[in-house]
């Protein structure tokens, strides 16, 4: 089992509060620090404001040594697909091979209404595309270019330029959609992500893309398997509930809709989710503010699945 530390850096962070996750998850021996991208807090202030997702990355790989680096998930509305796959593949060599691409639909209008940036109704057809120009440009042999025309893109002898550092850059596909993103995700995917959902929902989205895997040729335990849920994970009660309503959530609802509660408790969560087939848990770390609750979930969390 993978456990990623994931953070929402949109409700309220400055860069040094990310870096000081990222190194703790790092000295813990966290497999990742992931974070969101989005520029709008979904409650509160935001204070001090949003943060690019792959400008913090880019620091982050700088100040950090073996961790795993990347986004739950890169919302296609944002970039055009040939910046995107440069950005990427930047901080990739600039991390020396440590960063991994979800990309998204992207699903939060009012931060597109705020900021101006156009949200098409229909956006699956953008992110298809997105898929095919952002792996298309990293595999094209050095020397020869890309083309590409679709409906929302055109690219012409686009040198596919620079390469990643890892020879294969994982790629992340998230959502609970019945045919259309299993489908992306055994066409494209490394691995499949499901994320806040109940055990009987992730059962059932894991299980269309076993078959999407099936119905495309591609074994299907070539595509790994993971989940996100929020984290409050107490030594005791009252911990776990102080936990709890720091980040806004009663301790009755993370037990039941998230990784909340004592450490017995989440270890049994987490384990109801492994046999469903996840391979991967993302521990959505909303009190960035909190680092004792990762030394707790290294401690004692974590080696429960060693």
């Given at each position: 089992m993978r456990f990623r530390v994931f953070t929402e850096?949109?409700?309220?962070?400055?860069?040094?509060?990310?870096?000081?996750?990222?190194?703790?998850?790092?000295?813990?021996?966290?497999?990742?620090?992931?974070?969101?991208?989005?520029?709008?807090a979904m409650a509160g202030d935001g204070l001090p404001?949003?943060?690019?997702?792959?400008?913090?990355?880019?620091?982050?790989?700088?100040?950090?040594?073996?961790?795993?680096?990347?986004?739950?998930?890169?919302?296609?509305?944002?970039?055009?697909?040939?910046?995107?796959?440069?950005?990427?593949?930047?901080?990739?060599?600039?991390?020396?091979?440590?960063?991994?691409?979800?990309?998204?639909?992207?699903?939060?209008?009012?931060?597109?209404?705020?900021?101006?940036?156009?949200?098409?109704?229909?956006?699956?057809?953008?992110?298809?595309?997105?898929?095919?120009?952002?792996?298309?440009?990293?595999?094209?042999?050095?020397?020869?270019?890309?083309?590409?025309?679709?409906?929302?893109?055109?690219?012409?002898?686009?040198?596919?330029?620079?390469?990643?550092?890892?020879?294969?850059?994982?790629?992340?596909?998230?959502?609970?959609?019945?045919?259309?993103?299993?489908?992306l995700a055994a066409r494209f995917a490394d691995e499949?992500?499901?994320?806040?959902?109940?055990?009987?929902?992730?059962?059932?989205?894991?299980?269309?893309?076993?078959?999407?895997?099936?119905?495309?040729?591609?074994?299907?335990?070539?595509?790994?398997?993971?989940?996100?849920?929020?984290?409050?994970?107490?030594?005791?009660?009252?911990?776990?509930?102080?936990?709890?309503?720091?980040?806004?959530?009663?301790?009755?609802?993370?037990?039941?809709?998230?990784?909340?509660?004592?450490?017995?408790?989440?270890?049994?969560?987490?384990?109801?989710?492994?046999?469903?087939?996840?391979?991967?848990?993302?521990?959505?770390?909303?009190?960035?503010?909190?680092?004792?609750?990762?030394?707790?979930?290294?401690?004692?969390?974590?080696?429960?699945?060693?």
């Amino acid at each position: 089992m993978r456990f990623r530390v994931f953070t929402e850096p949109q409700q309220g962070a400055e860069y040094e509060q990310l870096l000081a996750v990222a190194q703790t998850a790092e000295r813990l021996g966290f497999d990742a620090f992931f974070r969101s991208d989005h520029l709008l807090a979904m409650a509160g202030d935001g204070l001090p404001g949003p943060s690019e997702s792959w400008t913090s990355l880019a620091g982050i790989a700088r100040e950090t040594e073996r961790i795993r680096l990347g986004t739950l998930v890169t919302s296609a509305t944002f970039r055009h697909p040939s910046i995107l796959a440069i950005q990427v593949a930047q901080v990739d060599r600039m991390s020396h091979g440590r960063v991994e691409l979800g990309l998204g639909t992207g699903w939060f209008e009012g931060e597109h209404t705020a900021y101006g940036i156009p949200f098409p109704a229909k956006r699956f057809g953008l992110l298809e595309e997105q898929l095919e120009i952002v792996t298309g440009l990293w595999g094209t042999p050095v020397g020869s270019t890309f083309d590409f025309r679709g409906e929302h893109y055109e690219l012409a002898g686009a040198p596919g330029l620079p390469k990643p550092a890892q020879e294969h850059l994982p790629v992340i596909i998230g959502g609970g959609g019945p045919s259309r993103t299993p489908a992306l995700a055994a066409r494209f995917a490394d691995e499949y992500n499901v994320a806040f959902r109940s055990l009987d929902d992730t059962a059932a989205a894991f299980a269309r893309a076993r078959a999407a895997c099936e119905a495309s040729g591609r074994e299907p335990g070539g595509l790994r398997l993971s989940v996100a849920q929020t984290v409050a994970v107490g030594a005791d009660d009252a911990e776990a509930a102080r936990r709890a309503a720091a980040v806004g959530r009663a301790p009755e609802d993370l037990r039941a809709n998230g990784f909340g509660g004592t450490v017995p408790q989440v270890v049994d969560r987490i384990g109801a989710f492994a046999e469903l087939g996840a391979d991967t848990v993302y521990l959505q770390l909303l009190d960035l503010s909190d680092l004792d609750q990762l030394e707790l979930l290294a401690a004692e969390v974590v080696p429960a699945f060693s």
